[in-house]
């Protein structure tokens, strides 16, 4: 039961890093396209390219909950946890590793994209599995979280069209 488990998280790590990595050119092919940008780096900032990892995996998330949250009701839970923390986890690394070099490497934020990508579907496996008690919040909430996916998924929509002045959201 794992082994399937494992060979769909596999896939989502492919998944996601292959269609994460296209969506970095997706905006400038499709022309600048308005809605194209809603969903793919517009800009070379921090919180655009969070979208790489974001939308392929929330993507990938409606098809693998579909598949085995009967099998696994964890999963619910676990996936849009995963989702958060892969997200969030690349400004994390980003900042922490180009303040204590005081400068910022192509190939290290590539790096960054994947190793996030790793983590997220890390947290996704691991937290199906474990939360297999009766009752548990996670199991009873998973809710929370997913409403947690959508207002970030909203956030992306509106901080695209309207960057606040914040680091976080300027390029370079």
Known sequence: MQKKLLCYTIAGIVFTSILGTLAHFIYEWSNENFLV????????S???HMKLL???????GVFICA??????PCLTYAYPLGILVGTFAIPALFYTYSGILGTTYTPIDILIFYIS???AFSIVYVGTLRCQQ???FVQKSPFFFWLLVFVLAISFMIFTIHP???GIFQVG
């Open 46 to 48: 921090t919180w655009e």
């Open 134 to 136: 009766k009752g548990s």
């Open 54 to 60: 974001f939308f392929p995996m929330l993507l990938y």
């Open 37 to 44: 940008g809603l969903f793919t780096p517009v800009s070379e």
């Open 117 to 119: 990508v790793v983590l």
């Open 164 to 166: 606040p002045s914040l």
């Open 67 to 72: 598949r085995l949250a009967r099998e696994y």
